[in-house]
């Protein structure tokens, strides 16, 4: 089944304290990238990834972090995380970046505290 | 830069009353568009899309949208809702020459007994 696996689903964190949230896709796809989603303000691209090796920012990059060391695995870091970053977080892939089907990961609640 | 409007955050609607929901956007060229839902807890599930051709598209779960140049508009419509379409809708505009993709800020739709 074609599908994108984040984790953690939910996850309560500390301000300060380093976490990471996976995302693995099976479709074999180049693009890959992280939203997050917050009320009246739609989702918001943080980073993209057109290729292995290949990332770049979204719009609001500003505290994250990634990586693309393998196709299918594409971690969202958080070195220092702050309560600004409390959000709803999704990961999505497609065959190119845009003028294909996104599938989107089922989502990261997280709270900073 | 391309841009997606939602203009409504929210709607009720009654169940077995039609719906639409607004999407405009702000685009040089013929864009490629696409509605997304998201069911609560849930990531963001492709309703259907349009690239090229017959303007009125078909997609899952009994939806339906117009594409209308002149108004620049991608309106989604379903005659008879049912309780199950409570959710968040997401209308997205993908750029293939400048490869960028961007979503509205979501409709809530509420459907009332």
């Known amino acids: 089944e074609a599908q994108v696996t984040q984790n953690p689903r939910y996850l309560i964190t500390v301000t300060g304290k380093k976490l990471t949230v996976t995302c693995s896709q099976n479709?074999?796809?180049?693009?890959m990238s992280w939203y997050r989603q917050d009320p009246g303000l739609g989702l918001r691209q943080i980073y993209y990834?057109?290729?292995?090796?290949?990332?770049d920012k979204g719009d609001v990059p500003e505290g994250y972090k990634v990586s693309r060391k393998e196709k299918r695995n594409f971690p969202l870091i958080l070195e220092s995380p702050s309560p600004n970053q409390t959000s709803l977080y999704f990961c999505?892939?497609?065959?190119?970046?845009?003028?294909?089907?996104?599938?989107f990961g089922q989502g990261t609640r997280l709270t900073v505290v | 830069a391309q841009s997606v409007t939602q203009p409504d955050i929210h709607i009720t609607v009654s169940e077995g009353a039609s719906l639409e929901l607004r999407c405009n956007y702000s685009?040089?060229?013929?864009?490629?568009l696409f509605w997304y839902v998201q069911s609560p807890g849930q990531g963001l599930q492709l309703l259907l899309k349009?690239?090229?051709?017959?303007?009125l598209v078909q997609g899952i779960k009994g939806f339906e949208a117009e594409f209308k140049r002149s108004q620049s508009s991608f309106n989604l419509r379903k005659p008879s809702v049912h309780w199950s379409d409570a959710a968040e809708y997401f209308c997205?505009?993908?750029?293939?020459?400048?490869?960028?993709?961007?979503f509205g800020a979501g409709t809530r739709l509420t459907v009332k007994p």
């Open positions: 479709m074999n796809h180049e693009y």
């Open positions: 997205a505009v993908g750029d293939y020459n400048n490869n960028d993709m961007r």
């Open positions: 685009y040089g060229a013929t864009p490629y």
């Open positions: 990834s057109m290729n292995v090796e290949v990332t």
């Open positions: 999505a892939s497609s065959r190119k970046r845009a003028g294909t089907e996104a599938f």
């Open positions: 349009y690239f090229s051709g017959d303007t």
